[in-house]
């Protein structure tokens, strides 16, 4: 009897140690998760410095502060400073070594001069961009944050000169084509997110994508409980940020809610874009980024 207490207080003395241990590790050790409320902040930073159309002070302004946010996260910043059909341009690119990426996520961070949507006098002013930019950019800048730092090579690719076109004789995608006509290698896969934002998301299957990272990307949804948001259905096709990648044969999703109401209107702002939205999204891709090797 007593050799069986002697183990026992053994036993137990030996759980309270390595409990002790455990509880004191995870004190020490920081979680990271995506913050849909902090992606918000730099949603409402962006908007606050004005619209940032080519050329002016907010377009210099929010490229500065996507550098020192990317730079405090611990990431490596590179200005693409170049032309595209005699525009400049100025891709914003951050790794975390020197190792050829895998995957790319991207989100232009331009906004429009014009907003041409709109149905009366105030379309000849630019497009504030709190969706159509800002989410985009807010969403990349909290995985920056909050994406371990093992695990596959990451770039975040913010394009310049996405939004523009039909305008002064500019066309659309403009950085991104600048940025693929620079790679020297192929990454295995690139996610672009665009108006992620919307309050009332909905997420439709863009139909250029790659449907093995489409399926792949909505799954992952569908596993997070967001089937909701994520609707397995396709409905667009759209001219955006992804078509240079594919054109490359690198294989690209768009994620995209084109049903948002406010798209090149004065009316994108703040008050449209939702926290849980960039968690919705944002959580996902987390999700799955974690799961390649």
């Not at 990271?32 to 930073?45: E, I, M, N, P, S």
Request: overall charge negative; aromatic content about 10%; some cysteine.
């Amino acid at each position: 009897m007593r050799n069986k207490r002697v183990i026992f207080f053994t036993c137990l003395g030996i759980f309270v140690i390595g409990l002790s241990s455990w509880l004191v590790y995870q004190m020490l050790t920081p979680t990271y998760h995506f913050d849909g409320q902090r992606a918000y902040q730099d949603v409402l930073a962006q908007v606050s410095l004005g619209p940032r159309t080519p050329d002016s002070a907010a377009h210099a302004q929010v490229i500065t502060f996507i550098k020192q946010e990317l730079e405090k996260a611990g990431w490596k910043v590179q200005i693409q400073a170049t032309k595209w059909l005699g525009f400049s341009i100025q891709n914003i690119i951050a790794s975390r070594s020197d190792t050829a990426p895998q995957i790319i996520i991207g989100a232009h961070y331009d906004s429009r001069l014009l907003a041409d949507q709109d149905s009366d006098p105030r379309r000849s002013g630019p497009v504030p961009g709190a969706n159509d930019g800002a989410s985009g950019v807010a969403l990349l800048l909290e995985l920056a944050r909050t994406l371990p730092k093992d695990g596959v090579s990451i770039w975040l690719v913010f394009f310049d000169a996405e939004d523009n076109g039909g305008l002064d004789n500019r066309q659309w995608i403009m950085g991104a084509r600048a940025f693929v006509a620079s790679l020297t290698n192929k990454p295995q896969a690139t996610i672009i997110v665009d108006m992620v934002g919307d309050a009332d998301l909905n997420l439709y299957i863009e139909e250029n994508s790659d449907a093995t990272l489409t399926t792949e990307i909505w799954a992952q949804a569908a596993a997070l409980g967001y089937s909701k948001y994520f609707i397995n259905t396709p409905k667009y096709d759209m001219i955006d940020d992804h078509i240079p990648f594919l054109e490359a044969g690198i294989p690209a999703v768009d994620i995209i809610d084109f049903d948002y109401p406010y798209w090149h209107t004065s009316q994108d702002t703040v008050d449209k874009v939702s926290a849980q939205s960039l968690q919705t999204v944002g959580e996902t891709l987390w999700r799955w980024i974690a799961y390649q090797k």
